[in-house]
């Protein structure tokens, strides 16, 4: 696995990390995306000469930009199993991940990172996020039986594919992850993994720092033995036929630096895809890689920031009165530049000062170079579909919710393509989540969730390992608009049903979204009050209904022995294959 180059022998996994790096290089890649970055952050003059000056400039990629994103990224999303059968038990059991998968979806900050994935997204072209479970290994997975998913954003430049013209991610032959990690704890690692301390001597620090963005040797802390570049190495093989003779695909992974496999390769069974999600914002034919929105409108920022810095230059030179003095009769003709300043003058023998200093008026230049940029800027915004009109800059105040709803909406159709790729995206990590609760749960799976029917009571879920293999799902991801307006839209919808008399204040309430202007856990807290309330009072008048009863008393129709409820009574197997309990 290792071949020799100029001394050095490298592994087999670094050999396919430096024929990537060739090929982004030769794409340019590292640069367009550090370019793209800084147009987007506002650095808009980075590598070109600027003669000494800090040169003006007008950000139109920004807003255009931040607007996409927030049409794309202003949304609710829910990921919902279903069952591709009528068996209520599995439909049970997808009920219960649906749920789970929430309570995931808010521990992993998803809703924080998707704005992250998009706007990466929209910047560069594509965007990568890398799903593990951090559990421990060996027998602590099998012993904890919660699953504890993580995710991680990777930059594209960081991501390196066998097939660049091949789209879809789960047809790759491989995939590498890099990073820059310090070289103790790369050599912590290989003791971990059994690496003997003469490979472990190979593990030094590099400086392959222009492969990643916005890094170079002068930006990493010297301490220590330095960084060095760490390469996480997945592939998917043919693993063992099952009992119908079908072969399923298993993943296989390692880590490596330049010279020593730190990480061995080893197998994850019942993982068959690759735990790697991607988001591209616009598709190219025949690549891999998407197409970059920043990366379109930097030839007319840049014409703008010039017309901009030419008008600038020729105001300080010619739009201000320009001073003309006497030589011989100013003593300090710095003094005229200054702001209250007193000017000394000598030999004037009864000849006014006016004659001594004289000011030239301003010459009047041309409006082309101002017509220019506004139209530049005004064109541009209206070809991108970011116009005033489609990014709400209307007076709120003479104009209803609703009609300013129906103007963004027919201005983000243009965004479709983008709003399907997001969906796509949630798609992918649904179907990591599940396989990785498969593949790192061979005991089954044991969380909580909170209780659909609402309220802050938890359940309780145990679904067996044979359940998880059993199910055949679909994937369906909900996504529903979370701006202003839609939010303000739905709540008047809600507000007009209960005022008509169509709905009761308690399907009022059950129907209220977290994202709501109303209190909705406020209102839902009165009302578990108001049911305690009553469940109290009527134990309270049973109780004293019996006691009127007795001594003749009687067991009511349909009493269960223990203080059970008949539904309680009602359950039970332990057979089942999942069960739901309250915490």
């Known amino acids: ?249 298993v993943l296989r992974f390692g880590r490596s630096t330049e010279q020593v496999i730190y990480q061995p390769m080893q197998e994850v069974q019942g993982l068959d895809v690759y735990p790697i999600a991607q988001m591209r914002w616009e598709d190219m034919p025949n690549s891999a890689r998407g197409v970059s929105e920043c990366e379109m409108l930097i030839p007319n920022q840049i014409e703008i920031n010039k017309t901009l810095a030419r008008r600038s230059l020729i105001v300080k030179r010619y739009g201000y009165p320009t001073a003309v003095y006497d030589a011989e009769k100013i003593d300090n003709p710095a003094a005229l530049q200054k702001v209250g300043a007193t000017v000394r003058a000598r030999n004037l023998s009864g000849v006014p000062v006016q004659n001594a200093v004289q000011y030239l008026e301003p010459k009047t230049t041309s409006g082309e170079g101002a017509v220019l940029q506004q139209e530049l800027i005004a064109v541009t915004r209206e070809l991108e579909g970011a116009g005033d009109n489609a990014t709400g800059q209307v007076d709120v105040t003479k104009t209803s919710g609703e009609a300013i709803k129906a103007a963004r909406d027919q201005a983000a159709m243009v965004l479709n393509d983008q709003a399907a790729a997001y969906k796509s995206f949630v798609e992918q990590v649904a179907m990591i989540w599940y396989k990785l609760w498969c593949a790192y749960s061979p005991q089954g799976l044991t969380f909580a ?16 390992p044979q359940a998880l293999a059993a199910l055949d799902m679909q994937i369906k991801i909900d996504v529903s608009p979370a701006d202003p307006y839609s939010v303000l839209s739905m709540q008047t919808s809600l507000d007009n049903a209960l005022g008509g008399g169509h709905i009761t204040f308690e399907e009022w309430v059950s129907v209220l979204d977290a994202n709501s202007p109303v209190p909705a856990a406020k209102f839902r807290k009165i009302l578990e009050e108001r049911k305690a309330m009553q469940a109290a009072l009527a134990a309270q008048q049973q109780a004293m209904g019996g006691m009127s009863g007795m001594p003749g008393q009687t067991v009511p129709a349909g009493a269960v022995p223990g203080g059970m409820t008949p539904e309680m009574a009602g359950t039970g197997g332990t057979g089942n294959a999942v069960q739901s309990m309250p915490v």
């Open 1 to 249: 696995m290792t071949e020799k180059t100029q001394e050095k022998q490298v592994t087999d996994i670094w050999r396919k990390y430096r024929a990537g790096v060739e090929h982004h290089r030769g794409k340019n890649l590292y640069r367009r995306d550090e370019r793209c970055w800084h147009f987007y952050s506002g650095d808009q003059w980075w590598g070109m000469s600027q003669g000494g000056q800090e040169l003006p400039m007008e950000n139109i990629i920004k807003p255009i930009l931040k607007y996409k994103i927030a049409m794309v990224a202003t949304t609710d999303t829910s990921i919902v199993y279903s069952a591709m059968t009528e068996n209520t038990l599995l439909q049970e059991i997808c009920n219960e991940l649906s749920e789970f998968a929430k309570q995931v979806w808010e521990q992993t900050r998803m809703d924080e990172m998707k704005w992250k994935v998009i706007k990466a997204a929209a910047i560069t072209g594509d965007s990568y996020v890398y799903a593990f479970d951090a559990r421990p290994e060996s027998e602590a997975v099998v012993q904890d039986r919660t699953p504890k998913l993580e995710m991680r954003m990777v930059d594209r430049s960081a991501v390196y594919l066998a097939d660049e013209q091949e789209q879809d991610l789960q047809a790759q032959a491989w995939i590498i992850l890099a990073e820059r990690i310090p070289v103790e704890e790369v050599r912590r690692q290989a003791r971990e993994n059994g690496i003997s301390e003469e490979e472990i001597e190979l593990i030094v620090s590099d400086a392959e720092t222009d492969t990643r963005l916005n890094n170079d040797e002068s930006d990493e802390i010297k301490q220590g033995d330095g960084k060095c570049t760490a390469l996480v190495y997945f592939t998917l093989v043919d693993g063992e036929p099952d009992e119908t003779g079908a072969v399923q695909k």
């Open 449 to 464: 969730y909170k209780d659909p029917a609402g309220g802050e009571k938890l359940m309780r879920a145990i679904i067996t």
